[in-house]
């Protein structure tokens, strides 16, 4: 109440005074116009009695004159005139001035002696008054003078009134801004604050877990944003407490975010982890003059993003968004997630050239197509592996800059993109603990050896101190290759590699996700899960069954297949035409490349083909969404399907499949997995498909709809189990374990 009172005086008086001033000077113009409005009707009087009244003085003092001055005292505010001849003696004037009216000298030396007109105001009687004289002119001679009395006590009302009003007004502003400001303080200050302490109140008592929030352009709302998310982080912690001690009481591990942590500052003994990647965690972009952030799609963001959230550290990505550079500091650094920050975002610059030849070229029509069996005939061009060499270099630069004053750092680098900078950072830095993941699979020797810089490329990843697979089976063929490829010796016992001096361990580890979420940006509100009928309402469909699929859209991903397996099942089983609806989430990928322009068309083509066959009235079988969605948009999707199709053709892991598993708190739905993905040696209780068998994807996808309820729920109770052993932070845990029990590397020989 204190405040508020302060507020209302203050805001009092600064309006007072405002008013105040801006009535002194409005009243200072106010009597400067009357003034001049005086003088001008006083002159116009002059002048027009002019002439006639200068011929009557020089005949000297006559009724003719006495009657014209007569005249002039009944008039408004208009006291009277007077005559004087050039003598300065009075020879007329008006009844109501007496017979002797007091003229200043001033006035009379102006008129007499300069030949001017003059104008003064003063106080006659107590009374204001204003005078104007004029010389009077007869044949270019002064003959006298024509004085005019006027009444100025109406300037002084008037400037009273104005006094009064002005009065009134702030009066009556004051008391109006009482009223506004106790009524914002209530609504916009006391309110916020209630609503803020009550949830805060609930939220210790754990009557609720939903977010505080308030409106974006509300008075605390960075106050709201900074609270929530202090809220989060004492829920995570709260959750994750009550999860250890559940853990300790029935002897089970299970990893955590928080064991993650902690297992990482023991493991590096506080020293920070560096990850290595091609694609950032978090973008920034213009859209129109604002500003916005975004988590590009792909699955190695969704997997190392709770990790680095965990461990902390410094994330090295290439910097492709167009207003990259506009966040950064000085050394291209910046804290994320830009709304609760964590660790350190490094940002890369690249050239288009670099871009070009590098990712798009060497990398994504080169070595993408070489490891993954898809059918598609890898290219090579000597200009993309200059431009390869290049970005490993220009990351091994950054890298190093990082790594500045840290010992024995260690260093997880992500990726086909980076064959050649285990290499290059042994050669820097012969102290660091380098491990490079390998996210796609690892083909056979022979095709492996349609690269022409295949060896270099071994040779880049010999300089690792541990090499990581998905699979066992990509291991076996990744040794294989090396073995022909390079002198080396293999150690098989122990899945290693022996060259110049070095050993490089090479072993699986499969990857996972993020499992349970408890962050409550990864959990939303069930509230905020519509149900199907308006999810597919949106949609501009209706349907009882849905089916979906969520890919990055690539050839690799067996898109075409899949559509044509819905077409069979359609075929076969027509009681599901108009009834079965399949959803495609598809973020268009790598449209540079003309072999995933074309795909893309293909995949327009092939659905709208589809569609126009079995098509009805608001219902089309194929539903192909083909925009980027975040991970909140696509989770209804997961949670509300009957089924999820993931029928790669070729694929490391596949976290999709982990992913819709994770969402599927019911147990209804049901998983259609692709034997060629690496994620079906884990995800056993999948129904395990053929995607080039049309007619066994047609019969999963109905065996998957008909299948009891009570089957459902066993195999998605068994599949979320080993999801929830087999964590992403179960797969970093055991990554860091290899990586910081190796021996503290020496120095590195360059031999071969």
């Not at 059918?375 to 060499?389: G, K, L, N, S, V």
Request: aromatic share 10%; net charge neutral; charged share 25%.
């Amino acid at each position: 109440m204190k405040i508020t009172l302060r507020l209302i005086v203050s805001l009092t008086l600064t309006v007072g005074t405002v008013a105040t001033f801006s009535a002194y000077f409005q009243m200072r113009q106010e009597r400067s116009q009357l003034r001049l409005e005086m003088e001008r009707r006083a002159r116009l009087l002059a002048e027009g009695l002019q002439e006639t009244v200068a011929a009557l003085v020089s005949e000297g003092p006559s009724d003719r004159l006495k009657k014209i001055v007569a005249r002039f005292g009944n008039r408004e505010r208009l006291a009277g005139v007077a005559v004087l001849n050039d003598q300065q003696t009075l020879i007329a004037a008006t009844e109501s001035l007496g017979t002797s009216p007091e003229i200043g000298a001033d006035l009379l030396d102006d008129v007499f002696f300069k030949g001017l007109d003059g104008s003064h105001f003063d106080v006659d009687n107590g009374r204001p008054r204003h005078l104007y004289a004029m010389p009077l002119i007869l044949d270019g001679s002064p003959v006298g003078a024509f004085v005019v009395f006027q009444d100025a006590s109406h300037i002084r009302t008037r400037l009273l009134r104005l006094w009064r009003q002005t009065f009134l007004r702030v009066m009556a502003q004051t008391v109006l801004i009482s009223v506004v400001v106790l009524l914002v303080i209530r609504w916009s200050v006391m309110g916020p604050i209630a609503r803020m302490a009550e949830w805060m109140k609930k939220l210790r008592a754990g009557e609720t877990t939903e977010m505080f929030t308030l409106m974006k352009e509300d008075l605390f709302a960075p106050i709201a944003k900074e609270v929530t998310t202090f809220a989060r982080h004492l829920t995570d912690a709260k959750a994750a407490a009550g999860e250890e001690a559940r853990l300790r009481q029935s002897s089970e591990s299970l990893w955590t975010a928080e064991r993650l942590k902690e297992h990482v500052k023991t493991k590096l003994a506080g020293q920070p982890l560096f990850v290595v990647s091609n694609r950032e965690p978090y973008m920034h972009s213009w859209k129109g003059r604002k500003m916005e952030w975004i988590v590009p799609a792909g699955g190695l963001v969704t997997a190392l993003e709770p990790v680095m959230r965990a461990s902390g550290g410094t994330w090295i990505a290439h910097g492709a968004g167009d207003a990259d550079w506009e966040v950064v500091d000085n050394k291209n650094r910046i804290k994320v997630p830009p709304d609760d920050p964590h660790y350190t975002l490094r940002r890369v610059a690249l050239t288009k050239d670099e871009e070009n030849g590098y990712y798009y070229g060497f990398s994504n029509e080169g070595l993408w197509p070489l490891c993954h069996i898809a059918h598609t005939r890898p290219i090579f061009r000597a200009e993309d592996w200059i431009q390869y060499q290049t970005a490993n270099r220009k990351f091994a630069d950054a890298v190093e800059e990082e790594m500045a004053g840290c010992e024995s750092p260690c260093v997880l680098i992500q990726d086909y993109h980076f064959a050649l900078l285990p290499r290059l950072i042994k050669e820097r830095r012969p102290d660091a603990r380098v491990a490079i993941f390998w996210h796609i699979p690892w083909t056979n020797p022979e095709a492996f050896g349609i690269c022409p810089w295949q060896r270099e490329l071994l040779q880049g990843m010999m300089g690792a101190d541990l090499i990581g697979f998905h699979t066992q089976f990509h291991c076996n063929n990744f040794l294989d290759t090396v073995d022909r490829a390079l002198e080396s010796r293999i150690d098989w016992e122990r899945f290693s590699v022996i060259k110049g001096g070095h050993t490089t361990l090479v072993k699986p580890f499969p990857i996972s996700v993020a499992f349970p979420a408890t962050s409550q940006e990864t959990l939303p509100q069930e509230n905020d899960i519509p149900d199907r009928a308006t999810l597919l309402k949106e949609l501009g469909v209706t349907a009882n069954v849905l089916a979906v699929g969520v890919e990055r859209m690539d050839y690799t991903k067996g898109v075409l297949e899949r559509f044509r397996g819905i077409e069979r099942f359609l075929e076969k089983h027509p009681k599901y035409q108009g009834e079965f609806i399949y959803v495609q989430i598809g973020a268009p990928s790598r449209t540079h490349i003309k072999h995933y322009h074309d795909f893309l068309a293909e995949v327009d083509a092939e659905a709208e083909r589809i569609n126009w066959k079995f098509k009805r009235r608001n219902y089309r079988p194929i539903v192909f969404l083909k925009k980027h969605h975040s991970h909140r948009e696509i989770l209804p999707f997961y949670r509300l399907a009957d089924l999820c199709l993931v029928t790669s053709l070729h694929d490391g892991m596949n976290l999709v499949a982990k992913e819709f598993v994770a969402a599927q708190n019911d147990g209804n739905g049901v998983l259609i997995l692709s034997k060629f993905a690496g994620a079906s040696r884990e995800l056993r209780d999948a129904l395990i498909v053929n995607p080039y068998d049309t007619e066994q994807m047609a019969e999963a996808i109905r065996h998957g709809l008909e299948m009891p309820s009570d089957e459902k729920e066993a195999r998605m109770k068994r599949l979320r189990t080993g999801l929830l052993e087999n964590n992403i932070y179960r797969w970093a845990g055991n990554l860091i374990t290899e990586l910081s029990s190796l021996p503290v590397p020496g120095r590195w020989s360059e031999k071969g």
